[in-house]
């Protein structure tokens, strides 16, 4: 019986049902697990005060929030060093976000559900979310004004609430001096410098151009004067309140509000207010800068830096594979020069992308580069204008990895418009150049956007070739900016799977990002299955309409 | 003819056809799209041209051999002013000096012999100078022996500075020690050998006086904790040599060893750690066949000794620990420079090479690294008398005893990368045995760069296997169930679903890999290999109850659904297998798997290892070779399918001689195609392993592969260094491979289609 089953094949069949089983279980596990990590992140969870006592007897307190959980079977947990009490089976560990990094050493900790006495969620217990050191957990006793206490006990949550809005007023006000009014000034007074250089470079550097240049100084200093005073003033308004809080231990210590990013009390919001802080929190994340060495805050550089990079090279990209793709489908003879150039546009999607980081890095930035930096920029020597890697080159770079993209799309659209089409505008007196232009191109435009969104999706999540040609971890200024020329090539950026990357492997305190990392991760995934999806969808449509025209 | 000119735009067509002006105009246009567009598609071809070429152009200068050119030569400069005991040069190639027995200091230029300064050194009246030695060709440090056991140590010393915006470099002759001879000898007998070395906290001098004594006195600097008084704490030692005869000295900058050799070939090593009693701790003879030493330095860094002798053979020879922790001085390999006696040796400063010169005037430039012979030449037509190589090594100077200077220019970029020590095994310095070895850089100047790609190629090539462990059987038969059973209705959403896969960035693949999947596998390792064989044994005890239901049941499913039905089952299974590994840990491997492994058999278990790289990077393969395979199978025409069905064969039978055959062109580029990518991916196996480059062929070890290593050591790396140039020959290497794969799927893919075509 089961001899004549295996001899009908019908298992075999059934195993490769297996393997496609795997494949698709693989791929929305994936994604699920992406999704349940990245989602969390933003989600105020409960602070929970537990009643703690470990091995030696000795009794504490401990706040956090519960980020994980591990069972760990009995065996295992012994051989790892562990009692293990009342013969359980496993042994349930939880990881406990305590937070307060400064005082604790580090911001998790691992602890075992059988020692926990008791615990509670209190409504008074505080998250603070601090510029550094991490979040603070614990109770919040008094606020402070210069000293002196002005609010205690119930009150000094509503007033504590009040002054940290009117610091962040100011806080705002501080950045936006510092970064866009001083950053301005600095920027011109570097070009003033890099146009009397060139213009002693051409000896044309004389007294009246000496006057000139030392009148504008003068005009930016003075500003800069006035910015500072003003700086002085408002840093000192900021200094102003502090809170006093006390942790688990029941430790006080004194924060200085204009340290703090926000307040919140978990355990008192119902849902509605939670859903309301999580998307406040999720807009937060995709719109603030980074802080803590990317640990903490926002991400919005990077978003910022991917598009940019990305657009520049879809610019780039797509005529040049449009170009490619109409010579092979409607100029080229099939024969052996397409053979050819099939094989060069499969080895160029096949070349791995790290060879494309080392060609960049060599020919574009430092051959390219070099040669533009000694023709146009003599002033900035020895500091290097284009000769280091940057956007530019990132772009270029990753233009020429995506072009087989663009070029095998592009061609699958070509080759679907039916024949009758190009006979018809020829017949008509066309020339080629014309059929091209007002019939083929437009009826093959669906098609190079598929090709052009597929491109982008790659370029979106491409890393190994950016780490060479311009990509860093943490780019002081925006690639665009209020400064001319506006749009600056030459500047370094930041990229959403360079900053998973750095945060995930190169950070001191990746236990801390982890749920950054998922939540960047969840975001770049949507980013590009929502526009492979979408090219996908372009694709199908297209063909059913060409599939109309057929007929 | 004028009206038409008038409104070209909208002419009818029968007006375009009578003018003649604006006809051109569109033939033109029409002409010079079609060229643009014919560059435009060519210009594909040098795209990859230009990047293979580029590729190349950086490799090559690792390619081409080295030489030397003579530039000038003339008669040594004050020749009255006695015979050359030690020649140098500085940095610039600008200027040289030439010390003589007399105790001069001669400084010239290094291009026509002029003469640019002469420093008398302040040797005391009625003295001889009796022996001379440099401590270190890279110090610039001379020490001379003294007739009255008394010795003096000068350096010589450039300052550079830019007047006028022009280089200017001024020579002189500094006194570390001060002007005044230090005794070494009290008994006042004159010193007829000398070595010496200065350091930053010791300074030693190793002196064999008249009367055959042999004495080591080491100066250790004592500062005082509160004024920047130095003193000088002085131990005298005294060795007890019985041998008697020494003709070669030298001490290691470390202060740990002093080698003495002499002529017959009896090399002492002695530890000088204690300074006040050092011990003799390896004795042996270093020659054979008769031969006699005749020269003896060290390589740059101290750490092994160069022998010259009389054969024209040049020994490297080293301290060597084995595994057994037991010390033995190893001959590493030896240069056949000539068939005359090697007089002088001079090393690189700055890299394992050196210069060496035999009796007759021919020179050699060696790498002992790359077991390389850069360059050979014949200087001169007399004895050389000294030789010394720039500090940048391109440059040298040799004096022969006719008293004419030759000036030669160097040009040897890349000694260190010869095909051996890229590709084969190594003999490093203070390594037990040749090895294998990728440690390209370290903080000091000395050290031995050790760039075999052989370990990097062999992380890329396990790295490669395990991922298409993976990924070959779930890629291909879920190609060949999705292209052959499968119904369309689910097909089209299968089969994008799939591909999507394809799309994730693999920095994504690679995060989860190394920080969750790593986490996971080192836990529930038992529980993955349980995995392994329970899912596919699961999936058959299914399809057997299955075909056992009845009909009625089992008609309810529709044909090519068996995927779905199979996907409640893959999950119950895989949720089993990590139920029952603890288990199967507890009750066949004493409570964890990897325990076992190492008390068992010695298996080491790194977190982050290949397993976890396979199953993450397999995870990234799956997508590309189930696409393509899938399109092949796919395209199999129908009537021959239908054919073998109709003739009575099964629908198994059918697939595996009809479809898998006509189709094995197209599944064998799917198969080359996902191993170019396995072997060029980056991201997953950088942060996925521990990137240690080990040669281990455990799964359970990391590895680092060559792209990896780019990523790696790329940003770090200084232009045009030999680094920079090796990075790029690993990124041509991952190129030509992947060229050759991808040439070579996509010419049998096109064969594949026109075969098709013509089906």
């Not at chain 1, 994936?30 to 409960?46: E, K, Q, S, T, V």
């Not at chain 1, 360079?498 to 982890?514: L, M, T």
């Not at chain 1, 449509?541 to 060409?546: A, I, Q």
């Not at chain 2, 990137?691 to 799964?699: C, F, G, K």
Request: with cysteine; charged share 20%; proline share 4%.
């Amino acid at each position: 019986m089961i001899k004549a089953w295996f001899k009908s094949g019908s298992p075999w069949i059934w195993l490769t049902a297996g393997a496609v089983s795997i494949n698709l279980l693989l791929v929305v596990g994936l994604l699920f697990l992406i999704a349940a990590r990245g989602l969390g992140h933003f989600w105020p969870a409960d602070i929970v005060e537990y009643h703690y006592q470990d091995k030696s007897g000795q009794a504490s307190v401990i706040i956090g929030e519960e980020v994980d959980q591990s069972l760990l079977h009995e065996a295992q947990a012994i051989a790892a060093g562990h009692e293990v009490l009342n013969n359980a089976e496993y042994l349930l560990r939880l990881l406990v976000k305590t937070g307060n990094r400064d005082i604790l050493g580090t911001d998790f900790r691992w602890i075992q559900d059988q020692y926990i006495q008791s615990r509670s969620t209190p409504d008074d217990l505080v998250v603070i979310e601090r510029r550094e050191w991490g979040n603070f957990y614990g109770r919040l006793l008094t606020v402070k004004q210069d000293g002196a206490v002005i609010a205690e006990g119930e009150q000094a949550w509503q007033t504590a609430q009040e002054k940290l809005a009117t610091d962040l007023e100011l806080f705002d006000e501080i950045e936006q001096l510092q970064d866009k009014q001083l950053g301005a000034i600095n920027y011109n007074l570097e070009h003033l410098r890099l146009k009397q250089r060139a213009l002693e470079l051409k000896n044309q550097w004389n007294d009246s151009k000496r006057q000139e240049f030392a009148a504008q100084k003068l005009a930016y200093e003075q500003d800069y004067k006035v910015i500072q005073e003003k700086l002085a003033q408002l840093n000192k308004q900021i200094k102003c309140c502090s809170i006093v809080v006390a942790e688990a231990g029941g430790k006080q210590i004194t924060i200085p509000l204009n340290r703090v990013v926000k307040m919140i009390r978990p355990n008192e919001m119902g849902l509605l207010d939670k859903s309301i802080e999580y998307i406040v929190n999720f807009g937060q994340f995709i719109s603030e800068d980074p802080r803590e060495a990317n640990t903490e805050g926002g991400i919005f550089p990077a978003i910022f830096g991917t598009v940019m990079m990305v657009m520049l090279m879809a610019v780039i990209v797509t005529p040049l594979g449009v170009i490619a793709a109409v010579y092979l489908r409607e100029y080229a003879k099939q024969g052996f020069v397409t053979r050819i150039i099939r094989i060069a546009v499969n080895n160029l999607a096949g070349v791995p992308s790290i060879v494309y980081g080392v060609f960049g890095l060599g020919f574009f930035v430092y051959i390219l580069g070099g040669s533009i930096d000694r023709l146009f920029y003599p002033e900035a020597a020895p500091a290097p204008v284009f000769g280091t890697p940057g956007l530019m080159w990132a772009s270029l770079t990753l233009a020429l990895l995506t072009l087989p993209v663009v070029i095998v799309a592009t061609e699958e659209g070509l080759s679907r418009i039916p024949k009758s089409i190009r006979e018809g505008s020829l017949a008509l007196g066309a020339t080629k150049a014309e059929t091209l232009w007002r019939t083929v191109l437009p009826m093959a435009s669906p098609a190079i956007m598929t090709g052009l969104i597929l491109a982008v999706a790659r370029a979106a999540g491409e890393v190994a070739p950016l780490m060479l040609v311009g990509v860093v971890k943490l780019a002081p200024t925006l690639p665009l900016d209020g400064n001319f020329p506006y749009l600056h090539l030459d500047r370094k950026f930041m990229h959403l799977g360079f900053h998973i990357y750095d945060v995930g492997f190169q950070s001191p305190n990746v236990e801390a990002a982890r749920p950054l990392v998922y939540a960047t991760s969840l975001l770049l995934v949507m980013v590009i299955v929502g526009l492979n999806m979408f090219a996908i969808a372009i694709r199908n449509n297209l063909r059913e309409k060409y599939r109309a025209l057929e007929n | 003819m004028s009206d038409t000119q008038s409104s070209p735009d909208k002419s009818t067509l029968l007006q375009l056809s009578s003018s003649d002006a604006y006809q051109r105009w569109r033939l033109l246009k029409d002409k010079l799209v079609a060229q643009a567009v014919v560059i435009g598609g060519l210009s594909i071809i040098a795209a990859i041209l230009v990047i293979f070429f580029y590729l190349l152009y950086v490799v090559y200068p690792l390619l081409i051999a080295s030489h030397a050119e003579s530039v000038s030569s003339y008669a040594a400069p004050e020749p009255a002013m006695g015979s050359t005991v030690l020649l140098s040069m500085e940095e610039q190639n600008e200027i040289g000096v030439r010390f003589t027995d007399t105790g001069k200091a001669i400084f010239f230029s290094v291009a026509d012999g002029r003469v640019i300064k002469v420093d008398n050194l302040p040797v005391p009246d009625g003295l001889q100078i009796s022996s001379f030695s440099h401590g270190g060709v890279d110090q610039g440090v001379i020490g001379l022996g003294l007739s009255d056991g008394r010795a003096l140590v000068v350096r010589h010393d450039y300052k550079v500075s830019y007047p006028d915006n022009k280089r200017l470099i001024t020579p002189s002759i500094q006194y570390p020690l001060g002007t005044d001879p230090l005794v070494l000898d009290a008994n006042h007998q004159a010193i007829t050998q000398l070595t010496l070395k200065l350091g930053d906290k010791n300074n030693s001098f190793l002196a064999k006086t008249a009367d055959n004594r042999l004495l080591l006195i080491t100066l250790s600097k004592k500062q005082s904790l509160f004024d920047d008084d130095v003193s000088w704490d002085r131990t005298d030692a005294l060795l007890d040599m019985t041998s008697g005869d020494v003709d070669f000295m030298l001490i290691d900058k470390e202060f740990r060893n002093a080698y003495l050799a002499n002529h017959s070939g009896d090399l002492t090593v002695l530890d000088i750690n204690d300074k006040a009693q050092p011990v003799i701790k390896h004795k042996l003879n270093v020659m054979n066949r008769g031969a006699r030493i005749s020269s003896m330095e060290f390589l740059n860094g101290d750490l092994s000794l160069l022998i010259g002798d009389s054969s024209g053979e040049l020994g490297q020879w080293t301290i060597v620990r084995d595994k057994q922790n037991h010390h033995s001085v190893q001959k590493l390999r030896s240069f056949k420079v000539s068939d005359a006696p090697l007089i002088t040796i001079n090393p690189e400063q700055r890299r394992k090479g050196l210069l060496v010169a035999d009796a007759n005037g021919v020179i050699g430039i060696y790498n002992t690294t790359a077991e390389r012979e850069a360059i050979k030449e014949k200087i001169g037509s007399s004895k050389p008398l000294a030789a010394t190589l720039s500090p940048r090594a391109n440059a040298l100077l040799l004096q022969t005893e006719d008293g004419q200077i030759h000036h030669w220019k160097v040009d040897n970029e890349h000694p260190e990368i010869s095909w051996k020590s890229l590709w084969g095994k190594v003999w490093y310095e203070s390594y037990a045995e040749p090895a294998y070895i990728w440690q390209s850089s370290a903080a000091s100047n000395d050290f031995e760069p050790k760039m075999s790609l052989t370990p990097l190629l062999f992380g890329t090539l396990k790295a490669s296997f395990y991922a298409m462990l993976v990924a070959i059987p779930l890629a291909l038969c879920g190609a060949v169930y999705t292209g052959y059973f499968m119904a369309p209705s689910v097909r089209q959403y299968i089969k994008p679903g799939i591909e999507i896969m394809g799309a994730l960035p693999t920095v994504i693949l690679g995060f989860l890999a190394g920080l969750w999947l790593a986490p996971f596998v080192e836990i529930h390792l038992t529980g993955i290999f349980t995995l392994l064989m329970l899912v596919p044994l699961g999936v058959m005890i299914f399809a057997y109850f299955w075909q056992s239901l009845p009909k009625v049941w089992r008609n309810h499913v529709p044909e090519g659904w068996h995927a779905i039905v199979l996907v409640p089952v893959v999950m119950f299974f895989t949720w089993l297998s990590f139920v029952i590994g603890p288990y199967i840990d507890t009750l066949c491997f004493g409570g964890d798997l990897r325990i076992w492994m190492r008390e068992e058999f010695g298996l080491g278990y790194d977190q982050r290892n290949t397993l976890v790289v396979g199953l993450a990077m397999g995870f990234a393969v799956i997508p590309m070779v189930f696409s393509i395979a899938e399109d092949a199978i796919f395209s199999v025409p129908k009537h021959l399918t239908t054919g073998s069905l109709a003739l009575g064969a099964t629908p198994w039978q059918t697939l595996a001689k009809v479809v898998i055959l006509t189709a094995s062109p197209g599944i064998f580029s799917a198969v080359m195609i996902g191993l170019g990518r396995a072997v060029g991916e980056t991201m997953i196996v950088l942060m996925a392993t521990g990137n240690t480059p080990v040669m281990d062929i455990s799964i359970f070890q990391g590895l680092r592969t060559l792209s990896a290593n780019i990523a790696v050591e790329m940003p770090e790396s200084e232009v045009d260094s030999t680094h920079y140039r090796v990075l790029f020959l690993a990124a041509l290497v991952l190129f030509m491979f992947t060229f050759i794969v991808n040439s070579l799927a996509e010419l049998v893919r096109q064969n594949l289609r026109q075969k098709y075509s013509s089906l």
